[in-house]
């Protein structure tokens, strides 16, 4: 007879109890850090290369109108210059009352801190960003961006 009794031993089962709390956990991650892009680009845009760049502090008081040309071959804008407001092409005239209507979305301490970034492709003419710049300042938006990146990107 033997001293020692063998035991038969189970593996025991893996414990799922915390993995909703994982599988929360990093989906919240995901929604923090993901940047959900809120207009369809409809130009070629070609960021130009900038030196003395800043980053935009507070991204909600923004307004974008973007310039360059059509991706698509519609329209008979090939070759030319087109402002994108939004989802929309739009002529300068038309700036006036894009920044009202972004006005009336902001909140009263929003709107005094309302900044228009002009994302200009490099090969746009400066005629056509003077358009766009009195079109900003008939309007009352005198806070003007231009985006560019870094010159080492």
């Not at 994982?22 to 892009?37: E, P, S």
């Not at 900044?115 to 492709?121: H, Q, Y």
């Amino acid at each position: 007879m033997s001293l020692f009794k063998r035991r038969e031993h189970e593996i025991p089962g893996l414990n799922t109890a915390s993995l909703p709390d994982l599988i929360f956990t990093v989906l919240f991650f995901f929604m923090i850090v993901t940047h959900m892009r809120k207009v369809d680009l409809k130009v070629k845009y070609q960021e130009p290369h900038g030196t003395e760049l800043t980053r935009l502090t507070k991204k909600t008081t923004t307004s974008y109108i973007i310039i360059g040309e059509p991706i698509s071959k519609q329209g008979g804008n090939v070759g030319k210059q087109v402002i994108q407001l939004n989802d929309k092409f739009a002529t300068p005239a038309d700036i006036e009352d894009y920044i009202d209507a972004e006005r009336k979305r902001m909140s009263p301490e929003d709107k005094k801190r309302m900044v228009v970034s002009i994302k200009a492709d490099k090969h746009t003419p400066m005629s056509t960003i003077n358009e766009v710049k009195m079109a900003l300042r008939r309007a009352g938006s005198f806070t003007i961006n231009y985006s560019a990146k870094e010159k080492g990107e």
